[in-house]
T-cell receptor, first 109, second 116 residues
Framework: DAKTTQPPSMDCAEGRAANLPCNHS???????VYWYRQIHSQGPQYIIH???NNETNEMASLIITEDRKSSTLILPHATLRDTAVYYC??????????FGTGTRLKVLA | GAVVSQHPSWVICKSGTSVKIECRSL??????MFWYRQFPKQSLMLMAT?????????EQGVEKDKFLINHASLTLSTLTVTSAHPEDSSFYIC????????????FGPGTRLTVL
């Protein structure tokens, strides 16, 4: 399974875009990139996923580089409620997720 | 859509007793369910994968006789921690996937187990 590398923590001002990077340089062609977030003492919440193309939904945008070795999750207008640990996961056909250490995002008022 | 529930949300038990945690997919059929545990300030660690009607597949280092998993229907999986000890105290989280296509896992809210 491809490993992911994320910065341990980031701060973002409320109302600004939060850009969370993820490196997955060993990703293979059929592996999807998933993003989840976990607010303290809750189960992870699905945000978005993609294979090759950029994706957007009501929560966020996912930008995947052309070589697929990295991606960026964008929260367009961060709010205090977006403070959480964000996990980038690369998933292969077995459906198993291997969680890394994630990025602790703190949105500042 | 894609709601997963867990029961109980928290439980306190005495050392040596067994505890059962239920995981339900409320609005979809889950061919595959997963069980994770999470210690304070750590990431989620996959314990086992269960497919409806078959035996669970445990990750390396997870004792299958201690953590009994049953996935008897397409909407219910249970994790039983047998003869619990204080070191089993943790946050247990399940997830469910419908088993079709790209298949996203949807997570339950978690169960906090404290063993005294």
């Amino acid at each position: 399974d491809a490993k992911t590398t994320q910065p341990p923590s980031m701060d973002c001002a409320e109302g600004r875009a939060a850009n969370l990077p993820c490196n997955h340089s060993t990703i293979s062609g059929n592996e999807y990139v998933y993003w989840y977030r976990q607010i303290h003492s809750q189960g992870p919440q699905y945000i978005i996923h993609g294979l090759k193309n950029n994706e957007t939904n009501e929560m966020a945008s996912l930008i995947i580089t052309e070589d697929r070795k990295s991606s960026t999750l964008i929260l367009p207008h961060a709010t205090l409620r977006d403070t959480a640990v964000y996990y980038c996961i690369v998933r292969n056909g077995t459906y198993k997720y291997i969680f890394g250490t994630g990025t602790r995002l703190k949105v500042l008022a | 859509g894609a709601v997963v529930s867990q029961h109980p949300s928290w439980v306190i038990c005495k050392s040596g007793t067994s505890v059962k945690i239920e995981c339900r997919s409320l609005d979809f059929q889950a061919t595959t369910m997963f069980w994770y545990r999470q210690f304070p300030k750590q990431s989620l660690m996959l314990m086992a994968t269960s497919n409806e009607g078959s035996k669970a597949t445990y990750e390396q280092g997870v004792e299958k006789d201690k953590f009994l998993i049953n996935h008897a229907s397409l909407t219910l999986s249970t994790l039983t921690v047998t003869s619990a000890h204080p070191e089993d105290s943790s946050f247990y989280i399940c997830s469910a996937a419908s088993g079709r296509g790209t298949d996203t896992q949807y997570f339950g809210p978690g169960t906090r187990l404290t063993v005294l």
